[in-house]
């Protein structure tokens, strides 16, 4: 699970700052916001790809993180339960545009846009300066990644990103341990598809 | 197609889930199985690859409007519980109006007025009057403000940490400062004297920023 980020000696420590926000301090509460908006902001950002949603939604966490605070026991650390509330809030959001009928995460408008974004970037298409590349690499990466459904998408980022263990993942999304790792390997076969003309290699 | 275990067990080496003797007998398998080697050579590009290039960490956009709007929306619900808890009041003294149209209350009323008078007898040491601050902005890096309300001056105290010393020889004239307004709905704040007369409107532009509205007599 994600703990704190490390702390400068003369810095607050999270469990100061936390329980002065219990007690209402409001300035303290705007600390922790500094402190974790970074990290919050790219979670909801790479889950959405959508710069002002994002926004909105690490807003809202932060709002629910506030309200939920007296609640809180602090038997994990401060970060943890506020990423789930965060990894919650987006979800649940992710959800919510899925049932409005929304066609982005749609399997087959995947396949479609799979094959015409292959033909866009011919195999060995290389470009003149290695940064330039990357970040082209970057995006096409991003591209993919937000073609996957909710569910292959989630995954991906609380792995690749969060760096979280498979019990971890369970334990949040919630469901079994093989079903993450199926989630897994379908969610990296679909982006291996998309961007086979990467990361293929000949025998 | 491969039986789910296969797949799960590419996927628990390329994530390092694997103990020592899973991970000795896949590697096994891999030099055996050429094909089963290039897809997990691949998998494990995209997964570095998936790492490079998606930063745990994001610059939000406009990061101090951010904050500032999770303030003022603090504020506003803390606004609308203490309106809250005071419907229940209104609701409550309606109930109780209801009370003295019953034919028992005349004697209940005198045992309680004894008990209300007893409690009454002792001094208050709360006050319930409060101002509201929305949110606090200082432009200057190293001037902290904070606010809090004096009961024995029945004031609230703006304190500015940071400031930089004002020369002795520099003549300070002061505003009083009788009451204020709060709109959360626009969030601004209105400072008014002892007339009644606004000296000064403190609100926020669209970006956020802090807008100071004064009443300045025209020469």
Same mark, same amino acid.
């Given at each position: 699970m994600p703990s704190s980020a490390a702390t400068d000696p003369g810095e607050v420590s999270d469990i100061d700052l936390v329980k002065r926000s219990q007690a209402g301090d409001t300035r303290a509460f705007d600390t922790l916001v500094t402190k974790y908006r970074g990290r919050i902001y790219a979670m909801t950002y790479h889950l959405i790809q959508n710069e002002t949603e994002a926004w909105d939604l690490a807003q809202e966490a932060f709002i629910k993180a506030w309200r939920a605070l007296p609640n809180?026991?602090? @038997? *994990?650390a401060f970060y943890t339960w506020l990423y789930r509330i965060a990894h919650n809030v987006t979800y649940d959001w992710l959800r919510k545009k899925k049932i409005q009928g @929304? +066609?982005?995460? @749609?399997d087959e408008r995947t396949e479609h846009r799979v094959a015409a974004g292959a033909e866009a970037t011919p195999k060995g @298409? *290389? *470009?003149?300066d290695t940064a330039m590349r990357n970040a082209e690499l970057g995006q096409r990466i991003q591209e993919a990644i937000s073609r996957l459904t909710p569910e292959h998408r989630q995954v991906i980022i609380l792995r690749?990103?969060? +760096?979280?263990a498979y019990e971890e993942i369970a334990a949040l999304v919630p469901c079994s341990l093989g079903t993450v790792m199926s989630r897994l390997f379908y969610a990296r076969k679909k982006l291996q598809e998309q961007l086979k003309d990467v990361y293929e290699t000949t025998l | 197609m491969k039986p789910p275990s296969e797949d799960h067990d590419l996927i628990r080496w390329i994530d390092g889930e694997m103990n020592d003797a899973e991970r000795a007998t896949f590697e096994a398998r891999l030099k055996s199985d050429p094909m089963l080697a290039k897809e997990a050579e691949e998998l494990r590009a995209l997964s570095a690859g998936i790492q490079a290039h998606l930063p745990a960490e994001m610059k939000i956009p406009h990061a101090d409007f951010f904050n500032s709007q999770i303030q003022v929306r603090i504020a506003q619900m803390d606004l609308d519980e203490s309106r809250q808890k005071q419907a229940g009041n209104t609701s409550l003294a309606d109930l109780f109006l209801s009370w003295i149209?019953?034919?028992?209350?005349a004697t209940a009323g005198a045992v309680a007025l004894a008990v209300l008078g007893f409690v009454w007898m002792r001094p208050h040491t709360q006050d319930t009057s409060h101002s509201l601050i929305l949110s606090s902005y200082t432009p200057g890096l190293g001037v902290e403000a904070s606010t809090y309300h004096d009961n024995e001056a029945d004031a609230t105290v703006l304190m500015l940490d940071g400031l930089e010393e004002v020369p002795s020889d520099r003549k300070i004239s002061g505003i009083s400062v009788h009451r204020s307004e709060t709109e959360p709905e626009v969030a601004s704040t209105t400072l008014f004297d002892a007339t009644g007369s606004p000296l000064l409107v403190i609100s926020r532009d669209d970006a956020g920023h802090p807008l100071f509205l004064t009443n300045t007599p025209r020469g």
């Open positions: 809180f026991k602090q @038997d *994990a @929304d +066609g982005e995460f @749609d @298409d *290389a *470009a003149p690749e990103v969060e +760096g979280l | 149209r019953q034919p028992w209350f």
